[in-house]
């Protein structure tokens, strides 16, 4: 019950600045749209050339969709962590302000995107090909890559940093503020299930059990499911990005900003007995 009071109280004070600064929903609801695009003009061609047996043409078309549908989302995560930043700090902040500074760090995100990407794929291939261990191998380089990049759109946001001054950015500032043996991850994402995502599973799972029945009322059922999902992971994606970067100014400088507390910060995620002081497990 600890966790998720923890829990539901960093996702009020990220809801806080979010209903406060409203802008900040463009970003990933732009970046959501344009993903959507990609995926259906990119990734969707190449996974039916590959099902339909042409893997030359079809694999490189769907790696080539995979990057650019990093380089978007990590395009809108850097535009909302400028805005938030500014916001923190006491001064409005547009969407363009965020569109603005994403635009100059361009060259940077694109090349941190293809690391992601090249990162994702190899990962990836390991789960699907490598039987067990691989699968086994897979899923740990997933935590330890997720641990490591956890503050990599704020410092690309702020700090202007190539990929690998990133990758090394990120993990230096992680690793000095929570210690090196973090197990934990940010738990705005599992309140935002419960409120959001889960009854809009339920409502989509209802949906296509009445349509045998009644097609119009399951197809209701599953269109609003739909909705809710996406509405949902609107606002897990905002609420992150702004949590996001109070811990990397946090990291930086143990400056509390938002509303946040030292409490929150420092446990805003959960950490092995014997470090940081023997502190006690805790996750947001």
Not at 23 to 32: N, S, V
Not at 85 to 95: C, E, L, Q, V, Y
Request: charged share 15%.
């Amino acid at each position: 019950m600890s966790r998720l009071r923890r829990g539901w109280g960093l996702t009020r004070k990220s809801w806080g600045v979010l209903t406060d600064n409203r802008a900040l929903l463009r970003f990933p609801l732009q970046g959501g749209v344009a993903t959507i695009l990609m995926a259906v003009i990119v990734v969707g061609p190449g996974l039916y050339l590959i099902d339909d047996g042409k893997v030359a043409p079809g694999a490189p078309l769907v790696v080539l969709g995979l990057y650019l549908l990093a380089l978007i989302g990590t395009y809108y995560s850097v535009g909302l962590a400028a805005c938030a930043d500014m916001i923190f700090h006491g001064r409005d902040a547009r969407f363009s302000d965020g569109t603005a500074v994403a635009r100059s760090r361009f060259g940077k995100i694109a090349g941190w995107a293809l690391v992601a990407t090249v990162i994702a794929t190899i990962i990836g291939f390991l789960e699907d090909k490598g039987g067990i261990a691989g699968a086994i191998v897979g899923r740990v380089l997933q935590l330890g890559w997720s641990l490591i990049t956890f503050l990599a759109v704020p410092v690309i946001a702020m700090e202007g940093t190539g990929p690998f001054e990133t990758l090394k950015r990120s993990a230096s500032l992680f690793r000095q503020r929570w210690g090196e043996q973090i197990t934990g991850n940010v738990a705005i994402g599992g309140i935002v299930f419960l409120v959001a995502l889960l009854p809009a599973i339920v409502l989509i799972v209802a949906g296509v059990a009445l349509w045998a029945s009644s097609g119009v009322g399951g197809a209701a059922l599953v269109a609003l499911g739909v909705i809710v999902f996406a509405v949902g992971m609107l606002v897990q994606s905002a609420l992150s990005g702004i949590f996001g970067v109070a811990l990397y100014r946090y990291a930086l400088a143990g400056e509390t900003v938002g509303g946040f507390t030292t409490e929150d910060l420092e446990s805003a995620v959960r950490q092995k007995r014997g470090t940081r002081d023997d502190a006690r497990p805790a996750t947001i």
